[in-house]
C-alpha cells in the first residue's frame, strides 16, 4: 500500500478556520454565556421573566447562542464582565468602554432609562443635576453616570440594590434617591411603599446596552443585527406586552 | 577603730542583708524577664489568635463589601478590624490597587499578614481582593514593659522588706549570741581554758548551742591535748638532744643538705675534721663545693650530682665513692651514704662519709695482686684447677678449658671425677684426693683425664690444700703439666735409642766380623789362587769362601739395619722400581697368596739406592707371605703424602714436606703389641727356630732409615698388619750423588804405596795381595805411625790406603798431615763403618775414595788402579 502526497484544498482550510474562531470566540455554540445584571422587575427577573432577560434571550437564539443570566450588584457586574468572569453586562449607558477597556458594547440598545428622583416630600422640586445638592441623596452603587453627576450632595449614600435604595428612603435616611423610574415603580409596588413619589421632570433620558467581554467582541455586530431585526420584525413589541407591568 | 569600722561592715547581718538583697534582686530580675518574655509570647501568640479571629469574623463580611462594591461598608469593615488589639493598620487591595484602608502603616516593628478575599461565583472561586493586616510588635513590647516595670517594682519592694525583717530576726537570733562568743574567744587562753562558753538565749538547743556545746567539748579536748603535748614536747626535745649527741658523735662524717637553700644545714664535728672546716664555715657550702669535679666512676661531678639529688630524693638510698677536695687542699676518697631525711616539706639530704682512702689503697693492692695471680692463673700454659672437698670445680684456667674442649659453665660446679676421669681411674684418684685433703699428700700424682671428644691426657699434678682463714681445709688448688706428648716422645726416643743402640751393636759386631771376614775371604783366595787345580783341598777352600760369602751377606743385612751399608742413592721413579719388581716379588709368595699392586698416578722421584729400595720390598713381601702360612691377600700401593706439623702431632713422627708413601699390607695373623714393639729389632723373630733370620724388618728399618725416611706398622693379632713406609720425594734434577762405580778388571802396578791398617790380618792381607800385584809396600800400623812412614818416604810414596778408623790418629788426621806435606798425594779409605760414620769422621768429603770393607781383592786392586790412573 503506497501513501501518496496531497497538498490541502485551501477552501477546505478555509472552512475549518471558521469553525476554529467560532468555538474560540465564545461558548455561545457550546457552553452558554454567562451574563449579569442588577436590573429589577420587570426588566429582569431571578426567573429570567424580565422584558431585557427575553429580548437578550432571543437575540442570541437568533445568532446561535445560548445565554444564563445571573443577577449582580451593578458595580459587580461592571467588574466582572470587565475581568472575563462573566461574558458580559447589561444594561449600561453607552461609553463605560472607556472606563472598563474590556468591555465592548453592542450597538443596538435594548431600551432606555429615565434617570428618576424619587421623594417622600411632595415639595421637593428638583431642576437639574444641581438642584440634588442641598439633600441628602442616595443612589446605588455601580451607577456610573449618577456617580458621576450627583457631586456635593450634603450626603451621598450608595447602596447595593435598589430595595436598599428604597428602604434608606422610605425609613428617611435619605431625603431623595435617584433611580430608573420603571424599575422603581416597580419596586415601590413590590415592597408596598407608600408616600413615596416620583418627580417630574426626569434628570435624564439614557439609552441602555448591551456589553460583552472583548472576547466576545465578534458576537457583538451579529446581535446589534439581531437586535434591529427584532425591532423590525416587532419581536420586541412582542416581548414588552408580554412583561406585565411594562409599557410598550 | 579602723578594726572596730571593719568588724561593723564586715558584720554577718549586712553581709547577709546585702547579699539576700543583690540574690532576691537578681532572682527577681530574671523571673521578670522569664514572665516578660513569657508575657511577649502570649501577646504575640495574641496577635495571631487576632489575625485569626479577623479572618474568622470579619472576611465574610469583607467578601460581602467587596462582591457588592459596597464602599461604605467595606470602610466600615476595616475600620473595624483595625481596631483589633496591636492591629495597627489594614487595607484592602484588589490587584495592586488600595480599596479601603484603616489605620497608619509602619515599616519596622510589625508583624504582616495577607489574607486572600475570594468568593465562590459560577462554580468557581473568584479572587476580589487582599486584606493586609498590620500589627505593631512595638506596641507588644511597650504594654509588656509597662507590665513588668509594675511587677518588678511590687516584687522588689516585698523582697526589701522581707529583707530587712530577716536581718532583725538574725541579729536577734544569732549575732547577738555571736558577739558574746566571740568577746569569749577573744579573752581565751591556756589559763582559762577551764570557763566554759555560756550563750544566754530563752530557745535552747539550737544550731548555736551545738556550737557553743561543740566549742566547749574541743575546749576540754584542747587541754586534754596541750597537757599530751606539753609532754611530748619534751619527750621530742629529750629525744633531739639524744639524736644530737649520735649525730655528734657518730664515727662517720654527717652532713644535712637543704635542696632548696642549696647548702648544708647541719653537720656533725667529724664533718668538721673531714672537710677541716668549722662548722659555719661548712654550713655556708653545699656539696657542690666540697667535691672535685674528677670522680673515680669516671663521670663528671657536674653531671652526676643533680641526678644523685634527685634519685635520694625519690626515696632511694644512694651509695658511692666520691672524692672530696678539703680545706688544705688535699684530696680524701669517702663511701658516701645519701638517704633523704623526713622533714615535711622540706627537700633535706643526709649525707654519711667513711673515709676509705687507705682501705681503698689495701684493696686496689690487693685486687692487683690477686689479678696478678689468677692472670698468672688463667695465661700460664699449665693446668690449673681447684676443687672443693666434694670434688666439685670451682676454678679452672684457659688452658685446661682448650685441653679438655670443655667452656667454663659447664666445667664450674661440675664434680671433677664424674667428669674428666676415665671410669677406670676415678676410685684411685678419689682416694688419692681424700688423702690430699686429709694428710695433704701425696703432693704429687699422675693421672690421666678425659677430654670433651674422649681423648685421653696425661697430666702430672702438683697438688696443695686450700684453707679457709680458720684454717679449715675447703679444697684444693692443682697446677697439672699434660705430659701426653712428652711421654710418647719419650718413648719414640727410647724406641730410637734402642733401634740405635741395636744398630750400633750389630754395626759394631758386623765391622769386627767383616774383618774377619776379610782376613778369612782374603787368605781363602790367596791360598786357592796358590793352588794347583784339582788339588783336593781346592773344594774345602771353595767352601769356606762360600761360607764367608753367606757370613758377608748376614754382616750386610746387619749393616743395612744399622745404617753402616754403602749406599748409592739416585733419583729413581719408585713406579718403575716398583713395576719392574712385580714380577720377582710374585715369584717369592705362593700360589695360595694373592698380590696385587696399586702405584699413584704419575711419577714419585725419590733419592734411594735402587737396590736397598728392591731389598726392602722383597724383604716386606717375605714377612707378608711368611705370616699367612694359610694364604691370603697381599696388597702394595703408593701415594703420595704431604707431612705437616698436624701429621707430625697425630703420628708421632715425620719432617714437613713431601712424600711418597708405599703400603705394604696383607691379611696375615698380625701381631699383638709387645710384638709390634720389636720387629724392627735384628733377630727378633716370631718364627720357628732356624726358620728366619730375624734380620728381614731390620734391614728395612736400616733403608728406611738410611734414605731419611720414616716406616710406622699398624696391626692388630689376627687382623693382619700394614707397613707404612715414606720416602722423601725429590724432583727429577738432583744431580746424582755417587754413580755406581764400575770396577775394571785386576790389573796390578809398581808405584809405591803406604798401607795404613790397625788390623794387622787385614794390613798383613792388603800388604801381601798388593805386592804380590807388583806394588811396593810400607806398612803403618796406626794415623802417626802413617805420617811417620810418609815423612820417611814422602818421594815414593803415590797413593795411600789407610783405614778410616784408627788408634792415635784416624784416617783423616793422619791425610790431612800427610797432604800438607806433599798436596797431590792420593788416598784411599777402608771402612767397616757406615756411610754416616765415616760422614761423621769427615772422611766422605766429594772426591775422596772409598771402599766398604769387607773388600775382595779384586774390587781392592781395581780401585788401586783405578785412583793411580786417575787425573
Not at chain 2, 672530696?324 to 627537700?347: F, Q
Not at chain 2, 690421666?448 to 696425661?458: D, F, Q, S, Y
Not at chain 2, 692388630?716 to 722423601?728: D, N, S
Request: hydrophobic share 40%; net charge neutral.
Amino acid at each position: 500500500m503506497q501513501c501518496k502526497n496531497r497538498t490541502l484544498n485551501p477552501r477546505l482550510l478555509l472552512r475549518l478556520l471558521a469553525i476554529g474562531i467560532v468555538l474560540c470566540s465564545g461558548s455561545a455554540y457550546g457552553k452558554p454565556l454567562l451574563l449579569n445584571t442588577f436590573n429589577t422587575y420587570p426588566l429582569s427577573s431571578p426567573q429570567g421573566t424580565g422584558y431585557l432577560d427575553l429580548v437578550i434571550k432571543e437575540a442570541f437564539r437568533r445568532i446561535g447562542a445560548d445565554v444564563k443570566i445571573v443577577r449582580l450588584s451593578s458595580e459587580r457586574g461592571l467588574v466582572n464582565a470587565d475581568r472575563g468572569i462573566d461574558d458580559g453586562d447589561f444594561v449600561r449607558i453607552a461609553g463605560l468602554d472607556k472606563t472598563y477597556p474590556n468591555l465592548v458594547r453592542v450597538p443596538a440598545a435594548l431600551c432606555d432609562f429615565e434617570f428618576t428622583v424619587f421623594t417622600k416630600d411632595p415639595s421637593i422640586r428638583i431642576e437639574g443635576w444641581q438642584g440634588l445638592k442641598p439633600y441628602n441623596v442616595g443612589i446605588i452603587t455601580g451607577w456610573k453616570i449618577l456617580e458621576r453627576k450627583i457631586v456635593g450632595t450634603r450626603s451621598l449614600t450608595k447602596v447595593g440594590n435598589a430595595t436598599a435604595l428604597f428602604e434608606l428612603l422610605a425609613h428617611g435616611r435619605a431625603d431623595l434617591v435617584v433611580f430608573d423610574k420603571v424599575e422603581g415603580d416597580a419596586i415601590i409596588k413590590k415592597l408596598g411603599l407608600s408616600g413615596i413619589i416620583a418627580l417630574r421632570p426626569y434628570l435624564a433620558r439614557q439609552d441602555m446596552y448591551l456589553y460583552l467581554n472583548r472576547r466576545h467582541a465578534g458576537l457583538a455586530r451579529r446581535l446589534a443585527e439581531a437586535l434591529l431585526e427584532m425591532k423590525t420584525d416587532g419581536s420586541m413589541r412582542r416581548i414588552a406586552r408580554s412583561v406585565a407591568g411594562l409599557k410598550e | 577603730m579602723a578594726d572596730e569600722q571593719r568588724q561593723i561592715q564586715n558584720r554577718i547581718g549586712r553581709r547577709l542583708l546585702k547579699k539576700v538583697l543583690l540574690f532576691s534582686f537578681v532572682v527577681t530580675i530574671i523571673f521578670t524577664v522569664i514572665q516578660a518574655w513569657m508575657d511577649y509570647s502570649i501577646r504575640m501568640s495574641g496577635i495571631n489568635e487576632t489575625i485569626g479571629q479577623v479572618k474568622k469574623v470579619q472576611v465574610r463580611g469583607l467578601i460581602t463589601a467587596l462582591w457588592n462594591y459596597d464602599m461604605q461598608e467595606l470602610a466600615a469593615e476595616v475600620e473595624g478590624i483595625h481596631h483589633f488589639n496591636y492591629l495597627n493598620y489594614a487595607a484592602v487591595i484588589d490587584r495592586g490597587k488600595l480599596i479601603a484602608q484603616a489605620g497608619q502603616k509602619k515599616r519596622k516593628n510589625v508583624i504582616t499578614r495577607e489574607i486572600a478575599l475570594t468568593r465562590d461565583y459560577n462554580g468557581r472561586q473568584v479572587m476580589l481582593g487582599t486584606l493586609y493586616l498590620q500589627a505593631d510588635t512595638a506596641l507588644v513590647v511597650r504594654d509588656v514593659l509597662a507590665r513588668i516595670a509594675l511587677i518588678f517594682l511590687f516584687q522588689a519592694a516585698t523582697v526589701a522588706i522581707v529583707a530587712f525583717f530577716l536581718l532583725w530576726l538574725f541579729g536577734r537570733m544569732v549575732t547577738r549570741h555571736l558577739s558574746i562568743a566571740a568577746s569569749y574567744f577573744r579573752s581565751f587562753n591556756v589559763a582559762g581554758m577551764n570557763a566554759p562558753l555560756v550563750l544566754d538565749k530563752p530557745a535552747k538547743d539550737d544550731e548555736l548551742d551545738t556550737l557553743a556545746g561543740a566549742f566547749n567539748m574541743m575546749r576540754e579536748h584542747l587541754a586534754a591535748s596541750y597537757l599530751q603535748q606539753l609532754c611530748a614536747q619534751q619527750e621530742i626535745e629529750e629525744s633531739e638532744r639524744r639524736f644530737r649527741v649520735l649525730f655528734e658523735q657518730a664515727p662517720d662524717a654527717i652532713t644535712v643538705y637543704d635542696q632548696d637553700e642549696n647548702r648544708f644545714v647541719d653537720a656533725n664535728e667529724n664533718a668538721e675534721r673531714l672537710f677541716a672546716l668549722s662548722r659555719e664555715e661548712l654550713l655556708k657550702t653545699g656539696p657542690r663545693q666540697i667535691y672535685p669535679d674528677a670522680q673515680p666512676d669516671g663521670r663528671l661531678i657536674s653531671e652526676s650530682i643533680s641526678e644523685n639529688i634527685k634519685l635520694t630524693l625519690a626515696g632511694e638510698s644512694v651509695a658511692l665513692d666520691r672524692l672530696i677536695r678539703c680545706a688544705d687542699g688535699k684530696e680524701r676518697l669517702c663511701e658516701v651514704r645519701l638517704v633523704r631525711l623526713p622533714s615535711g616539706e622540706r627537700r633535706l639530704i643526709r649525707a654519711s662519709y667513711i673515709d676509705v682512702t687507705e682501705r681503698r689503697q689495701a684493696e686496689k693492692a690487693l685486687f692487683y695482686a690477686e689479678k696478678k695471680f689468677r692472670d698468672l692463673l688463667e695465661t700460664i700454659q699449665l693446668i690449673a684447677v681447684m676443687l672443693d672437698c666434694d670434688g666439685n670445680v670451682v676454678f679452672c684456667n684457659d688452658y685446661f678449658l682448650g685441653l679438655t674442649g670443655w667452656s667454663r659453665d659447664e666445667a664450674l660446679g661440675n664434680n671433677w671425677f664424674d667428669m674428666f676421669l676415665p671410669g677406670e681411674n676415678r676410685e684411685t684418684v678419689k682416694s688419692v684426693f681424700k688423702s690430699i685433703l686429709r694428710d695433704n699428700a701425696p703432693l704429687h700424682y699422675e693421672n690421666p683425664i678425659v677430654t670433651r671428644e674422649g681423648a685421653k691426657r696425661l697430666v702430672i699434678w702438683d697438688n696443695s690444700v686450700l684453707r679457709n682463714f680458720g684454717g679449715d681445709v675447703i679444697g684444693t688448688a692443682s697446677l697439672g703439666i699434660d705430659v701426653t706428648e712428652h711421654r710418647r716422645l719419650e718413648e719414640q726416643l727410647r724406641q730410637a735409642q734402642k733401634m740405635e743402640a741395636i744398630g750400633q751393636l750389630a754395626g759394631g759386631v758386623a765391622h769386627d766380623f767383616n774383618n774377619i771376614l776379610c782376613a778369612i775371604v782374603g787368605y781363602a783366595h790367596l791360598a786357592l789362587m796358590k793352588m794347583p787345580e784339582g788339588d783336593p783341598v781346592r773344594g774345602n777352600m771353595e767352601q769356606i769362601l762360600r761360607a764367608s760369602e753367606r757370613a758377608t751377606t748376614l754382616t750386610r743385612s746387619l749393616l743395612s739395619f744399622s745404617r753402616k751399608q754403602i749406599i748409592n742413592p739416585r733419583p729413581n721413579n719408585l713406579t718403575d722400581i716398583i713395576r719392574g719388581l712385580e714380577k720377582f716379588l710374585s715369584r717369592l709368595i705362593r700360589e695360595d697368596i694373592e698380590m696385587k699392586i696399586k702405584c699413584g698416578e704419575g711419577d714419585m722421584m725419590i733419592f734411594a739406592d735402587r737396590g736397598q729400595i728392591e731389598q726392602m720390598l722383597m724383604n716386606l713381601v717375605t714377612n707378608a707371605r711368611d705370616a699367612m702360612p694359610g694364604g691370603g691377600h697381599i696388597a702394595i700401593g703408593t701415594v703420595k703424602v704431604r707431612m705437616d706439623e698436624e701429621f707430625i702431632r697425630m703420628h708421632g713422627y715425620g719432617k714437613p714436606g713431601a712424600y711418597a708413601a708405599i703400603v705394604v699390607s696383607d691379611t696375615g695373623e698380625g701381631m699383638d703389641a709387645k710384638t709390634k714393639e720389636r720387629i724392627f729389632e735384628p733377630f727378633f723373630t716370631t718364627r720357628e727356630q732356624g726358620k728366619g733370620t730375624g734380620l728381614g724388618l731390620s734391614m728395612v728399618y736400616g733403608i728406611v732409615k738410611q734414605h731419611e725416611g720414616f716406616i710406622d706398622v699398624d696391626s692388630e693379632q689376627g687382623k693382619g698388619a700394614e707397613f707404612r713406609i715414606y720416602l722423601p720425594l725429590v724432583s727429577a734434577a738432583v744431580p746424582d750423588r755417587q754413580r755406581d762405580i764400575r770396577l775394571p778388571e785386576a790389573e796390578g802396578g809398581v808405584e809405591t804405596l803406604l798401607v795404613a791398617e790397625d788390623d794387622e790380618a787385614i794390613r798383613q792381607l792388603n800388604t801381601e795381595l798388593l805386592r804380590n800385584y807388583g806394588y811396593r809396600i810400607i806398612e803403618a800400623v796406626d794415623g802417626e805411625d802413617a805420617v811417620a812412614k810418609f815423612r820417611q818416604n814422602m818421594d815414593d810414596v803415590q797413593l795411600i790406603i789407610m783405614d778410616g778408623i784408627m788408634p792415635k790418629k784416624n784416617g783423616k788426621e793422619a791425610y790431612e798431615e800427610i797432604r800438607a806435606i806433599n798436596p797431590s798425594v792420593r788416598v784411599i779409605y777402608l771402612s767397616g763403618y757406615a756411610e754416616d760414620i765415616i760422614s761423621r769422621e769427615g772422611l766422605l768429603e766429594p772426591g775422596t775414595n772409598f771402599i766398604l770393607k769387607p773388600v775382595t781383592p779384586a774390587n781392592l786392586l781395581k780401585k788401586v788402579r783405578e785412583v793411580l790412573d786417575g787425573d
